[in-house]
């Protein structure tokens, strides 16, 4: 069995450095254990998840970024750009703007959520994630865990939405658009929306945060970071 095992990690180590960038070292994986790259893969993608979940936290984390930024779903967002060249998009603008401050306020509540999503990672794949392209850590996390952290994220980010006066908002928008009998079932639907808008830019930036551990030494800020991912 240790033999089988160390076939496949040196099997693994020149798969890596054969596909690799040439500014990125490859893991030690000729003396690496399935155990040490399930704690280096954990150690990543909770630095990873902090590192996201902060700089989205922050005022204009999602309203500020174009590649994260939430729009309006479904039919609010086409009456806004409907409305927009004639210059009375203001009030669905400013519900945008409200609704992806209170995506930035569930951020605390989603790393919390993702560093126990982390942790229930298994061992059984650890190696072939280290082996893998730059985001295979990413990828793996949102396929085991997305469908939960969905579940979970939506009632703080209901309380934000309430909190921040997006709901306010959005009733006064629909009343100056005439749409106000729709309110009642466009709630929800915002909610799952931003709900799940807010999980996309997560993923996004721990994507770009695995990507930044795996290709820059300095981000490797453990020892088993750097036993796993070269020093």
């Not at 240790?2 to 496949?8: D, F």
């Not at 930024?69 to 945008?96: E, S, V, W």
């Not at 009632?155 to 009998?181: C, K, N, W, Y």
Request: glycine content about 8%; aromatic content about 6%.
């Amino acid at each position: 069995m240790q033999n089988h095992m160390r076939r496949r990690a040196v099997l693994a180590y020149l798969f890596f450095s054969a596909a690799a960038p040439a500014f990125a070292q490859p893991p030690l994986l000729d003396s690496l254990t399935q155990r040490d790259a399930s704690r280096g893969i954990r150690d990543a993608l909770g630095l990873a998840a902090m590192n996201a979940t902060t700089r989205l936290g922050q005022p204009n984390g999602f309203w500020g970024e174009g590649r994260v930024r939430i729009p309006l779903p479904g039919l609010l967002g086409q009456t806004q750009r409907g409305l927009r060249p004639l210059g009375l998009a203001g009030p669905l603008d400013a519900l945008q703007e409200n609704l992806n401050h209170a995506a930035e306020a569930t951020m605390p509540e989603a790393s919390r959520l993702f560093l126990n999503a982390v942790r229930d990672i298994t061992i059984a794949d650890a190696i072939d994630i280290v082996s893998g392209p730059e985001d295979s850590a990413t990828r793996y996390l949102r396929g085991r865990s997305e469908a939960r952290l969905t579940s979970l994220l939506r009632p703080p980010m209901i309380r934000a939405l309430t909190d921040s006066g997006a709901f306010s908002l959005m009733r006064t928008a629909l009343r100056e658009v005439g749409l106000a009998s729709m309110s009642g079932d466009l709630r929800s639907e915002i909610a799952d929306f931003a709900t799940i808008k807010a999980l996309d830019g997560c993923f996004f930036f721990i994507a770009e945060e695995e990507r930044a551990i795996r290709r820059d030494p300095v981000r490797r800020t453990t020892d088993i970071l750097r036993q796993v991912f070269g020093s």
